[in-house]
C-alpha cells in the first residue's frame, strides 16, 4: 500500500459529494469523474453511481481511481458502498454525513482497461502558472534523485578525449570573465571621467587668496577681529563642503570596488563549475559516503518520495479550494443601520463527512482498518482539521499504521503524515538498483518508519528503511572485475541495512541527506580501487578546463589592481589637498582668536590705566 492512496481518498471524497449535492441525474456522474481524473492525473471512475434526495441515500456499485505512473493499475479500488446524510441541513443548501462504511478497499489492483487520461490543454493565454511551494520541492527531490544515477563506478576511462568533452560542455568561465572584464573596464573609465571633472584648485585658490588679504597683526580693534574671523568661518563651512562631497566619492568608490571583489571572487567558482560539468558529463563518481549512499538508494528512495510529495500537494492545491473562502455568500449592497450578530443555528459548511470508516486489503493481501475524519469544505465551521489513521497486521508478523492531519484553522497550512511498515519479506528483492548492489536477496525482512511535516513552506522528514536479516543471492560465479570483488566480499557479512533520508529547510535551502550503515565499506573498497583512476581523470580534465581558460583569471586581476591602485591614488591627492586646505584655514583662525583676545586685552588694560591715573592711583 502507497500512502499517496490514503491522501487521494480525501481529495477524492470532497469532489465526489461536493458534485453529487450539485445535481442528481447522470450528469453527477461523469462530472465527478472528470473533475476527480483532473486531480488524480489518471482515470477515476465510478459505477453505477445513484443519488436520491427522497431516501436521503448516495450508493455507487464501484470507484476505481488508476495510478498514473502506471495506468494499467489503479492505486486503490471500493466496492459496493452506501452512505445516508442529514435532512435538515439540505434545507438550508448543507450536506452533513455522520458516517460512511467503506469496504473491500483494495490497494494497487490490475486494471481490465487502460486509465490513461487526456489532460485539457488549457485555452487561457499569457505567463504560464507559477509552480506552488511542494511543486518546486517535488521538482527539487526528482532533480536529487538523478544527481548521481549515472556515475560510472566500473568503467572509468583513462583514455578520456577531453577536446570533445569540452566542446560538448561548453565552457562558461572565459566569456564570464571576459564579460566582467568588460564591466570592470567601464567601471573605472566612469571613475577616470569623475575625478578629471573634481576641479577644486580654484576654490582652493580662491580661499588662500581670502586668507593672505587678512593681516592678523594690523587688526585694531575687537570689532575688526571678529568680523575676520567670520570671514574665516565661512571659508571653513567652504572647506568642510569640500570635505563632504569627498566622502561621499570615498564611499561610492569603496561600493563600487566592493562589489568588484566580490565579482572577481566568483572566478574560482565559474571554473569550478565548469569542471564539475565536465565531470559529470564523464561520469566521474565522487566517492564519499553522502555521494555513495545517494547513489546506491537515492534515486528509488527519493522518487518514491517525491511522489508522496505529489500528492499532498494535490491535497493542499484543492484543500484550499474548498476550505479557503469556498463558503463565502455574495456580500449584499446594504443601507446604513446597524448590525446586530445572531448566532446560526445552521452555520455548518456546505460539505462535512463526520467520519468514514475504511477497510480492505493491499497487493500483498495484508488487511487494514481505519479511519479518516472531519472531510469539510471549511474547517474553521466544522472547527477540526481533517484526520485519518489506518492500521493492520498478520499471522505473519507483518504490520502497517498509517496517520496525519491536514490542519486548515490557522493562518498557515499544515500536512503532516506518519507511516510505519515493518516485518515485510524481502526474499528476490534488490536493495539497490545500483550498480554497486545488483545482487537480489534470497531472504530477509524489512521496515519502513516515515515522517512528514509540512507547514506552510517549511518541511521536514524523515524516512528509515531498516532491513534485517540479510542473506544475499551473489550468483555461481565471482565476478571478475575487482572492485566488484571487494564490493561482494564487503556485503557478504552484512546481515543489517540501515538507511535514513532528511529532507528539510529548517535552516535555509532544501537540505537533502542519505547516509547508510554500509556508505563506508563502499567507500574503503572504492578508494582502494578505483580511486587513483577517478584523479587520474579529474586531473586530466581539470588540467584540460584550466589551459582553455588560459592566464585571463590572472591578468583580470593585475589589470583590476593596477587601475584600483591608481584611481585610489588620485583619490588620496583629492583628499590630501582638501585636509591641507582645511588645517591652513583652521591655523587662520586660530592666530585670529589669538589676535581677538590680544586685543581685548590691551584695551581693558588702557581702561585700567585710565581710571587708575583719575583717581590718583
Known amino acids: ?64 481511481v488508476t495510478n498514473p505512473e502506471n495506468t494499467w493499475e489503479n492505486s486503490f479500488e471500493t466496492g459496493e458502498a452506501e452512505l445516508d446524510f442529514l435532512f435538515w441541513p439540505t434545507l438550508w443548501e448543507r450536506v452533513i454525513i455522520e458516517d460512511v462504511v467503506l469496504k473491500d478497499f483494495k490497494f494497487e489492483t490490475e486494471r481490465e482497461t487502460d486509465g ?59 566569456d564570464k570573465i571576459d564579460s566582467l572584464r568588460n564591466g570592470l573596464s567601464q567601471n573605472y573609465e566612469k571613475w577616470d571621467s569623475t575625478f578629471s571633472n573634481i576641479n577644486i584648485d580654484s576654490e582652493t585658490a580662491q580661499i588662500q587668496e581670502t586668507l593672505n588679504g ?33 566622502q561621499n566619492i570615498r564611499t561610492d568608490f569603496q561600493q563600487d570596488f566592493g562589489s ?10 565559474w571554473i569550478k563549475d565548469d569542471f564539475d560539468r565536465a565531470a559529470k558529463m564523464a561520469k566521474l563518481p565522487t566517492i564519499d559516503a553522502q555521494n555513495i549512499a545517494q547513489s546506491l538508494f537515492g534515486e528509488e528512495l527519493f522518487s518514491e518520495y517525491a511522489g508522496y510529495l505529489k500528492y499532498v500537494s494535490i491535497a493542499r492545491e484543492y484543500g484550499s479550494r474548498f476550505i479557503g473562502g469556498g463558503d463565502e455568500e455574495e456580500e449584499i449592497e446594504r443601507y446604513e443601520g446597524v448590525d446586530y450578530k445572531f448566532s446560526d443555528k445552521y452555520e455548518w459548511p456546505r460539505l462535512w463527512i463526520q ?12 488487511q487494514l482498518a481505519g479511519k479518516i475524519t472531519d472531510i469539510s469544505t471549511d ?19 507483518r504490520s502497517m499504521k498509517l496517520g496525519g492531519e491536514f490542519n486548515y484553522l ?51 522528514s524523515e524516512i528509515q528503511y531498516l532491513n ?34 532528511l529532507v528539510d529547510n529548517i535552516e535555509g535551502p532544501l537540505d537533502v541527506k542519505i547516509r547508510s550503515n554500509i556508505d563506508n565499506l563502499f567507500v574503503d573498497a572504492l578508494k582502494g580501487s578505483i580511486s587513483n583512476q577517478v584523479e587520474d581523470a579529474r586531473n586530466k580534465i581539470e588540467s584540460e578546463v584550466e589551459s582553455r581558460i588560459g592566464n585571463k583569471k590572472e591578468e583580470l586581476l593585475t589589470f583590476k589592481d593596477e587601475k584600483e591602485a591608481e584611481l585610489r591614488s588620485q583619490y588620496d591627492q583629492l583628499e590630501n589637498k582638501l585636509n591641507e586646505q582645511l588645517q591652513i584655514v583652521e591655523k587662520k583662525k586660530q592666530e585670529l582668536e589669538k589676535r581677538k583676545k590680544e586685543i581685548e586685552d590691551e584695551i581693558k588694560k588702557r581702561a585700567t590705566d585710565a581710571v587708575r591715573s583719575r583717581i590718583g592711583f
Not at 575688526?224 to 568661518?233: F, N, T
Not at 568588484?260 to 567558482?269: G, M
Open 116 to 174: 490513461y487520461f487526456e489532460m485539457p490543454v488549457s485555452e487561457e493565454s499569457g505567463e504560464p502558472e507559477e509552480p506552488g511551494f511542494i511543486a518546486e520541492t517535488f521538482g527539487e527531490i526528482s532533480s536529487e534523485a538523478k544527481e548521481n544515477a549515472q556515475a560510472e563506478f566500473f568503467d572509468i576511462k583513462d583514455d578520456i578525449n577531453t577536446d570533445s568533452l569540452l566542446a560538448a560542455v561548453d565552457l562558461k568561465a572565459p
Open 214 to 246: 587678512i593681516d592678523t597683526k594690523n587688526l585694531k580693534n575687537p570689532e575688526e577681529a571678529l568680523a575676520a574671523i567670520k570671514k574665516v568661518e565661512l571659508l571653513t563651512k567652504q572647506v568642510d563642503s569640500l570635505k563632504t562631497m569627498a
Open 1 to 64: 500500500m502507497r500512502i499517496k492512496g490514503v491522501i487521494f481518498v480525501l481529495v477524492i471524497a470532497v469532489l465526489f459529494f461536493g458534485a453529487s449535492f450539485i445535481s442528481l441525474d447522470s450528469y453527477v456522474e461523469s462530472q465527478v469523474e472528470y473533475q476527480a481524473s483532473l486531480v488524480n492525473g489518471a482515470l477515476v471512475e465510478i459505477d453505477g453511481l445513484e443519488v436520491s434526495l427522497s431516501e436521503l441515500k448516495i450508493r455507487w456499485d464501484r470507484l476505481q
Open 468 to 501: 534485517k536479516n540479510l542473506v544475499f543471492d551473489f550468483g555461481a560465479e565471482r565476478p571478475e572485475n575487482r572492485v566488484k570483488q571487494l564490493i561482494q566480499d564487503a556485503v557478504a557479512n552484512t546481515s543489517e541495512i540501515d538507511i535514513t533520508a
Open 260 to 269: 568588484a571583489r566580490f565579482s572577481t571572487s566568483q572566478i574560482d567558482e
Open 410 to 460: 490557522e493562518d498557515l497550512p499544515k500536512e503532516e503524515i506518519a507511516f510505519q511498515y515493518s516485518g515485510f519479506d524481502l526474499s528476490g528483492t534488490a536493495l539497490s538498483p545500483s550498480e554497486l548492489l545488483p545482487y537480489p536477496l534470497q531472504q530477509g525482512v524489512g521496515e519502513v518508519n516515515a515522517s512528514l511535516s509540512i507547514i506552510d513552506k517549511r518541511i521536514d
Open 379 to 397: 474547517q474553521s465551521k466544522s472547527g477540526n482539521p481533517m484526520l485519518f489513521d489506518l492500521s493492520g497486521s498478520d499471522a505473519n508478523s
Open 355 to 366: 467520519n468514514i470508516d475504511l477497510s480492505g486489503e493491499t497487493k500483498s493481501a495484508l
